[in-house]
């Protein structure tokens, strides 16, 4: 079956990119039930649902995660629910930005806890900085808390997202580190990838060892001149041995090399969506073009108060149309008398417009009857939010999340939330490790090497894991009832199932530390707490 995008953007694929699909493996003839590199190539694995494409029996199954991928950003364009759940979840996962709290392994690193809190303090508060400013973004088109936000959208839109790191020594900059994005659209070879690892005649823009691990990427970039030409960045420098590429996604089998979008398995849902409710608008769209019609008394026929105006026979049609033809008594007929009659629209009163058609001069025994509403534009919500319930819910997102609507019950709500506050963190931690923790590791080797920083041990694999444990510090649970919530944490806190830090932090997402030290001020100012009644 054939998308609502592929028929709106047929030929998505550039024609240079178009040539190099072609293969002659002969293991690829017949993948999935038919040939995924002939005429059809760009109907296979894009998201669409065909005839045997989901029980026909295969050798393994190949994804073309180019066309997936645009077809999927046509749908974070051109559906809302699709967009809902992108946005939903970077405003969940990421909201204002996830900070690296570090938590060194002292007693791993030989260090006193209190020299190792020093030290996370200072260079966590570093990172924060830099992370917080636009320095760390190759353009200065935005700071990395920003970046994080556009990383999530990647992730759940394309699940293919490149980082290219860069090094500089330019002074005025924080770091020597910076990175940039690089569109997975740029990365060039065959649009397709496989869930059996197989490299043979596919090339999916990435070159990797035996081991599997990625080597270099062919990135498509344009020249000075304007015209596309392939660059091959190495994922370690050769000669710095500094990391030069990241590339992140969410497998979901062992072989496979490239991401595919995650709205893929509901594209051909989202269209059904789409078709549904502009059908429904449109339908009630023009019935309310329509006030009311004629319904006979009896056995006659309705008679229509359109006839003699633009009937045929009519005799407005024929006497004061295009060609008029005056009625054999008419009286005082001249040349003109004869000449067409140019017609205008009337100003307020076009017939396109809701309420801008009236019927006159009924004939006896007719009355008018209000025009019934036959779209189900009362149920219209119910339908689709039924509908986009599965939709979301295979995206691990609760209807009420996504649309931003809870009931009454505070129990039921709570209990949404917390269920998908673990799902965020999943999708935390999967940033996390692919972009987070790298971009701090080689941020703060960077710091090592110029001597801001001093980590012993560092060039030790096992050392430089115990410097760069960390926790992730992010937006709580939202509070629904600030008092039950506070109880909740008084109670956690009494029974030792929790710390001060992490009830100050799950509160409102503030440093436990950096609390007390400043009550202790403020208490000094007051001399007493001031809620406290002087007797």
């Known amino acids: 079956m054939t998308t609502w995008w592929d028929k709106h ?74 967009r809902a759940i992108v946005d939903r979840f970077a405003d969940i996962v990421v909201d204002t930005g996830l900070q690296i709290q570090p938590t060194p392994d002292y007693q791993l690193l030989g260090l006193s806890a209190e020299a ?10 570093r990172f924060d900085l830099w992370m917080g400013s636009k320095d760390c973004f190759r353009s200065g088109a935005m700071t990395g808390y920003q970046a994080q936000r556009m990383y999530q959208i990647f992730q759940q839109r394309d699940n293919d997202i490149f980082v290219r790191l860069h090094y500089s020594g330019e002074g005025h900059l924080q770091s020597n580190l910076q990175f940039s994005f690089i569109d997975p659209s740029q990365i060039r ?57 990241l590339h992140g996604f969410s497998p979901e089998y062992a072989g496979q090399g490239r991401g595919y979008s995650r709205l893929g398995h509901a594209l051909q849902e989202f269209q059904n969506i789409t078709d549904f409710s502009l059908a429904v608008l449109n339908k009630a769209i023009n ?27 009519g005799p407005a049609s024929t006497q004061f149309g295009s060609n008029p033809l005056p009625s054999g008594d008419a009286k005082n007929v001249t040349d ?38 036959s779209s189900p534009a009362d149920s219209f919500d119910t339908f689709v939010d039924s509908f986009f319930s599965y939709i979301s819910a295979s995206m691990s997102m609760p209807i009420e999340i996504v649309l931003m609507k809870f009931g009454n019950n505070y129990a039921a709500s709570r209990g949404t939330l917390i269920l998908f506050w673990r799902i965020a963190w999943i999708w935390r931690h999967e940033m996390d490790a692919d972009f987070l923790t790298p971009v701090f590791e080689l941020w703060l080797a960077e710091e090592i090497a110029a001597g801001r920083e001093s980590a012993p041990g560092w060039s030790d694999p096992r050392l430089r894991a115990a410097w760069l444990a960390h926790d992730l510090i992010g937006s709580p649970v939202p509070n629904i ?29 503030s440093n436990g530390k950096s609390n007390r030290s400043k009550l202790m001020r403020e208490v000094k100012e007051w001399q007493q707490m001031p809620w406290v009644v002087a007797k």
Do not use: C
């Open 9 to 82: 953007w047929h030929g998505v694929l550039e024609p240079e990119h178009q040539a190099g699909h072609a293969s002659t493996n002969p293991e690829l003839s017949h993948v999935g039930g038919f040939n995924p590199y002939g005429d059809s190539y760009a109907r296979y694995g894009d998201g669409s649902k065909f005839a045997g494409g989901i029980s026909h029996s295969g050798s393994s199954i190949v994804v073309d995660h180019h066309t997936l991928r645009i077809n999927a950003r046509k749908a974070y364009h051109d559906v809302p629910q699709a």
């Open 116 to 125: 190792a809190e020093g030290w996370a303090e200072r260079v966590g508060r």
């Open 189 to 245: 070879g065959d649009a397709y990838t496989s869930t059996s690892g197989f490299n043979g005649d596919i090339s999916d823009g990435i070159e990797r060892d035996d081991a599997g691990r990625e080597v270099s990427f062919k990135v498509w970039v344009k020249n000075k001149n304007g015209q596309y030409e392939d660059k091959n960045i190495d994922a370690v420098g050769a000669t710095s041995g500094r990391r030069l590429m």
């Open 287 to 313: 019935q309310s073009n329509i006030a009311m019609f004629t319904e006979s008394k009896d056995e006659r026929d309705a008679p229509n108060p359109f006839d003699g105006i633009t009937g045929k026979a």
């Open 336 to 373: 003109e008398s004869v000449m067409p009659v140019e017609y205008s629209s009337v100003p307020g009163a076009n017939i396109g417009t809701p309420g801008s058609v009236g019927v006159f001069n009924l004939q006896g025994n007719s009355t008018l009857k209000a025009f019934p509403n």
């Open 481 to 509: 009832d600030d008092v039950k919530s506070a109880k909740a944490n008084k109670m956690n806190l009494e029974i030792n199932a929790t710390t001060f830090d992490r009830a100050a932090s799950d509160t409102n997402g």
